[in-house]
């Protein structure tokens, strides 16, 4: 039987994560509303199918984000916080680069998509 403590205790750590997810999720909608008013949303509509990939994408860094840092934690290689700093900063520009090259990547295969002939 859990103990009440232990159940606080794990509400304050998680809830304000979901809340911060939920505002971002939010926060991107409202953009994604916005952009696709734009000229190149219009002329290409190939692009518009991108946008569910790369934001399945986006999940799939931050997941692997999650347990890189959860990992390097665990193994106790964040005790010493030069250390920390040294592996955040270095986790954070690699899923900036994967993030990159990713989406360029589909954004070859949209504009691909835009140049095939249709029928």
Known sequence: VPRRGAFWSIVLQ?????????????AAGIVLHKVQEWTVFKEVNEIIIMVPALLGLKGNLEMTLAARLSTAANIGHMDRTKEAVSLILGNLVLVQCQGIVVGFLAS????AMGWAPVG
Do not use: S
């Not at 998680?14 to 939010?26: E, R, S």
């Not at 070859?108 to 504009?111: K, N, R, S, V």
């Open 14 to 26: 998680v809830f304000p994560t979901f809340i911060l997810a939920g505002m971002g999720m939010v």
């Open 108 to 111: 070859l295969a949209g504009m």
